[in-house]
Every structure is written in C-alpha cells, then in structure tokens.
C-alpha cells in the first residue's frame, strides 16, 4: 500500500463536465466566438485554462487572460457547483483512509475553489491536505501543483503515487520522480495514459481501490 496519495480532483474524483463546460461556453459567447456542441469542450477539463484556451483557440496571452476571467465569472456562481463525485469514489476514499493512507488533493483548480469542492461533497474528512492552482499565473502546471504540495506537506517520496485521468497528471508525477496511475472512467484514454507513462491504468474506482492498495508501502 502507498504511504501517500496525491489524488487530482476535476476526471478523478469527481465529474465536472457540465460546470466547466457551461463556464468556457459563457467565456466564448462573451467574446463572440462560436460555441460548440458541449462535447468538443472536455478537453478542457484538466489543463490549465490559459493554456486549453490558446491551443484550441488560437489566443495570444491577452485574450486567453481575458478568457479565464469570463470563465470565472461563470464558475465563481454556478460552475463551481455544477459538479458530482463520480460512483464509488466515497467508498473508496473511506477505505483508504482507514487503512492508515494519507490522502492528499494535488489540482490544477485554483486552491481556493478547490476547497469548496471537498467540502461540499464531505471527502474533507479523507482528503486533509489541499494544493491547488494560484489565481494568478504563478502555480498553474500540474507538476508545479505537485511540487508544491510534496514540499508543503513533507511527503515522503519512497512511498507516494500520483492518480489522474489526464496525461498531465501522469507527467507532472513524471517530472516530480514519482510514479502515476492513470483513471479511464474520467476524461482520458488508456491509450494517453499509458503514452504518458503511467504505472498502471484503472477503469472504475473499485479497480484503483485494489491497485492502490497492493501499491508499496
């Protein structure tokens, strides 16, 4: 079993399709670009947003700027809450942390978002450890995130596995020299996750329940 466990939060443990893409559509009808089906816009759930608003949409870094701050108009008062934990994540996170696991959440969400989130949903009693995004540009990319949180919290590193459902997460535990479990029930493919280099690949949570718990302690 890992010591700790650094869980990302939007495709992983919880399913935030709809607030995120009602969000970025708000961003774009604001800005007076066409808005498409609502499934050409997950690939924006787990990058950081600057960075999906300049690949997909060609911005320069003022536009993007701008893009993010109609997006958090949206979020800050409805997106945020547009959200649910994916089946099987409560149970799983219970096992965990009663098998003596230190749960840890390690986001590109802006922390203090990131905190409502767990909250709402009653995981702060597992997850106690919060890292996430600054508003501004300074902690964005996910290997930022997760150096920010193993140095925060003094994690061990011998013992300690990053999970996610995005190819971000897996080379952001890559460029932190730990290793990373990938998620498919999220917004990514094994075939991602496993380019990227994850250790492993589950598709539910029970699955990465029983990884998880066979990991080394």
């Keep these: 079993m890992y010591h700790t466990i650094l869980f990302d939060l939007d495709g992983t443990l919880t399913d935030p399709g709809v607030g995120i893409t009602n969000s970025v559509m708000y961003a774009l009808e604001r800005l007076g670009l066409e808005v498409p089906p609502r499934e050409e816009l997950y690939h924006f759930i787990g990058p950081p947003l600057r960075e999906s608003f300049r690949e997909f949409y060609g911005m320069n870094v003022v536009q993007a700027e701008e893009a993010v701050r109609l997006f958090r108009v949206y979020f800050a008062e409805k997106g945020l809450y547009e959200n649910e934990l994916y089946d099987g994540v409560l149970p799983m ?34 997850i106690r450890e919060i890292a996430g995004a600054t508003m ?20 061990d590193r011998s013992s300690v596995v990053m999970v996610g459902d995005r190819k971000h997460d897996v080379l952001g535990g890559l460029e932190n020299n730990i290793p990373a479990i990938g998620v498919t029930y999220g917004y990514g493919d094994r075939a991602e996750l496993e380019s990227a280099g994850a250790l492993a690949v589950a598709d539910s949570p029970d699955a990465l329940l029983k990884l998880l718990l066979g990991g080394t302690m």
């Excluded at 959440?105 to 909250?119: D, F, G, N, Y």
């Design 136 to 155: 501004d540009q300074t902690r964005t990319k996910k290997g930022e995130v997760i150096a920010y949180a193993l140095n925060s919290f003094s994690v």
């Design 93 to 126: 996170l219970a096992q965990l942390y009663n098998a003596g696991a230190r749960l840890v959440l390690a986001t590109s969400k802006p922390e203090k978002w990131a905190r409502i989130i767990v909250k709402s949903f009653g995981i702060d009693r597992y």
